[in-house]
Structure formats: C-alpha cells, structure tokens
C-alpha cells in the first residue's frame, strides 16, 4: 500500500497534517478509561497540533461553569475520557478540513461532516437498541470512518471532484467511481493506511476499512455491521442534503445478523436531521 501511486500522490502533496502517533496511544488509553494515567494521557493529548488551545477554547463557549477552563487538564477533567475521546477524533478529522469551503471545488465537506454525525448518530441508535457493542464508542468511530474521503479532500481534491461528479451527474457507484479514478482502491484502504500512519487502534481501522464489507469474512464485528447500516442510514440523510432523490438499499441480511426491523431504521431516519445539528453544533471547530 505504501507505494501504489495515489498514497505516494498523498504524501507528496505536502497537505496531510502531521500527527504523532502519540494520537494513536492516547485513543487507546481513552478506549480503556479505568486504566490510563491521567498525567500521562495529558502528555500525549498536548502533543497534538494546536489541540489543546481548541478544545479550551470551544469549552469556554460552550459549557455553563462558574470559572474558566484554563488547562488541558481542567478540560479531561470536566468532560471525562468518554466524551475527550469523542472530540479528540472529532478534531484530527477537521484537521482535514483545511477552511470552510475545503479543497474541493465540487464536494462540499461541510455536508458530507454532516453524513460523518449521521453515521454516528445512526450507530449509537443502533447498538443502544441491540446492545451489541458500546454505544459510546461506535459514536466515536462514526467520526473517523469516512477519513479517507477527507484525506482526499485535502491531498488531492481534484480527484474527489471527480469521484463526486461520476457519482452524482453519472449514476457510479461511489466505490466503483473510486476505483476508477483512484487506480483500483477506494477512501477505505486510503483510511486504513491514514490509521497505520497515525497509530490508530486496530478496532477503529476494522470500522474504517471494512463498513463497506460486512461479509468480508466469518469473523466480521458487530461494530463493522453496524456502521454499514448506519452508514447507509446516514447516506440517503445525505443525499437529501445535496437535493438528491437518489436513495439507497442495505442489506436485509445485515439487518437480520443485527436482530433489528425496518421500523428501527424509519425512526433514525426522521431523528436523524434534527440530531445532527445539535450534535454538529456541540463539536464545531470552524471558529478557530
């Protein structure tokens, strides 16, 4: 993977921000929250480009104490390794958003973020429903399952320009119009060498490279299950965004594996909109 043509393309671009596996350790330690050390997690989390300035900042705008947030500790303190987790990734993912508009002339990745917390939202619903894995993690990894479109985004945005338009102007199915425009590999393969690079936990990878294969083998997790369907949940969510009739089906075997029903489905779907401005507008960087 390191030397096919558009990972080269990438780490030649000079865009993808330089993260220290440092990020890789501290999501392990914050996955685990009754074992990592608090000082040492502090660490690793202050070595993450401009990180801690951020998320002060987005505390003490958003949170009704009666004093100032004024270190990164008093930050990991107050919002507990659960939802630190889920702003860490939620702020390595807008890294990759380089300005409001992004890269891309064509994409708009304002709107596809908005698909990111769709899929969250929509794995949440469904692991609270079925209890099949922690429903605060697969929220998390929501965030981050889509990172090699971002990547994407910002490395080489003509390229997703046109992935977006075989998509939408020619009916291609994204993953074969990636094929075609990325020389035979896809945002998932992107995104599972994005997580090596990064050190990221090899369960959130899986989610990554896999939510668009939940049969890829006997052993496949529930959390990959889910975030199929959640992804496909959150997509028709998206496609109305882009004023797109274009709606799309999922597997009723998944939904079978999964022991839920249409009905389920129907009701994330109509919370869906409402949640993913709320959730959109908690974790939102764009004022920096």
Not at 151 to 156: H, K
Not at 239 to 265: A, T
Request: hydrophobic share 40%; net charge negative.
């Amino acid at each position: 993977m390191q030397n096919h043509i558009i990972i080269r393309q990438i780490k030649e671009s000079g865009h993808l921000p330089q993260i220290p596996k440092d990020f890789g350790e501290v999501l392990n330690m914050l996955l685990e929250p009754c074992e990592f050390h608090m000082d040492d997690c502090i660490e690793k989390l202050s070595k993450i480009p401009e990180f801690e300035p951020a998320l002060i900042q987005v505390l003490n705008h958003t949170s009704r104490l009666n004093r100032n947030i004024l270190t990164l500790k008093d930050a990991v303190l107050y919002l507990g390794a659960k939802n630190t987790r889920m702003i860490a990734i939620a702020y390595i993912t807008k890294l990759l958003l380089p300005n409001k508009s992004g890269r891309a002339k064509i994409f708009n990745n304002k709107s596809y973020w908005k698909h990111c917390i769709g899929t969250s939202i929509a794995s949440y619903m469904i692991a609270e429903k079925t209890g099949l894995c922690d429903k605060d993690k697969i929220f998390t990894y929501g965030l981050i399952h889509d990172i090699g479109i971002t990547v994407l985004d910002i490395c080489l945005p003509e390229h997703l320009d046109r992935i977006f338009v075989m998509k939408t102007q020619q009916g291609i199915h994204q993953i074969a119009a990636e094929k075609i425009v990325l020389s035979g590999i896809t945002h998932t393969e992107i995104g599972m060498w994005l997580c090596d690079e990064w050190g990221i936990p090899d369960e959130i990878k899986e989610v990554v490279g896999y939510h668009h294969y939940p049969f890829t083998n006997s052993n496949t997790s529930n959390e990959v299950r889910i975030m199929y369907l959640a992804d496909f949940i959150s997509a028709n969510y998206y496609q109305k965004l882009l004023g797109s009739k274009i709606s799309f089906n999922y597997s009723d075997r998944v939904m079978e594996l999964l022991n839920i029903n249409k009905e389920l489905i129907d009701e994330i779907a109509i919370i869906l909109p409402r949640e993913v401005e709320r959730i959109n507008n908690a974790i939102n960087f764009e004022f920096l």
